[in-house]
């Protein structure tokens, strides 16, 4: 699934599926970011780049009607010296009587990834697993506020587009599978398990030796 904002509207608050389009089990859970595309005054002269990596707030507890999500990107300016920045943007995935929803919280910044990595690593460095902090931590942590941008021209950063999945359905799909007892049903005689040679042992019928596996 992909979502697209005009420049005039960035993400405030999206409906991404209205009550009964996204299945029974309305779990919020199912879906998944997978990409992000930056955009604001702050990120690059304005341009739309899908360089946002999506990460799970692990400070915030997931449950079925809400899940705290941060897209981050390494880069940015005014973090100072000590390190590379990293900007985040918050965002909660989120059921609203039904309707599968996404509504943007907030944006922040700070040194996300220490001079020494850097220089162990000779800038070879992950979004996820270079981090000083844990994402979510990192973000309740950051010094540095930024201003949504909400369209075009306006604020520091925005989410101008994502892309998500969304699960297979799980509880209904269980909760309607019988289980069928095939051989009560054909009054047939279960097969017995065929006999494995031990460790050792010949295998007899097809003279193989099993000794040495």
């Avoid at 209205?18 to 304005?46: I, L």
């Avoid at 780049?49 to 009607?65: G, K, Q, S």
């Avoid at 220089?119 to 010094?143: F, H, M």
């Amino acid at each position: 699934h992909e979502v697209q904002f005009e420049d005039s509207a960035y993400l405030q608050d999206v409906t991404l599926a209205e009550p009964g389009q996204w299945g029974e089990d309305m779990d919020v859970r199912r879906v998944t970011p997978v990409s992000g595309a930056t955009v604001g005054p702050d990120w690059w002269g304005g341009k739309s780049l899908r360089n946002f990596h999506p990460m799970v707030d692990e400070t915030a507890t997931a449950t079925a009607d809400e899940k705290i999500w941060i897209f981050a990107v390494l880069g940015g300016l005014g973090c100072g010296t000590g390190g590379s920045c990293i900007t985040m943007l918050r965002v909660k995935i989120y059921n609203d009587g039904g309707a599968l929803k996404m509504q943007a919280l907030g944006a922040r910044r700070d040194v996300g990834v220490s001079s020494s990595v850097l220089s162990s690593t000779g800038g070879k460095i992950d979004v996820k697993s270079s981090l000083r902090e844990p994402i979510g931590q990192l973000y309740n942590d950051a010094r540095w506020i930024l201003d949504l941008s909400t369209r075009s021209g306006q604020g520091a950063i925005g989410l101008g587009g994502f892309k998500y999945v969304l699960a297979p359905e799980m509880v209904p799909s269980l909760i309607k599978t019988a289980v069928v007892d095939m051989t009560a049903e054909l009054g047939a005689t279960p097969h017995p398990e065929p006999e494995i040679p031990a460790l050792g042992q010949d295998a007899g019928d097809d003279n193989a030796d099993y000794s040495l596996y």
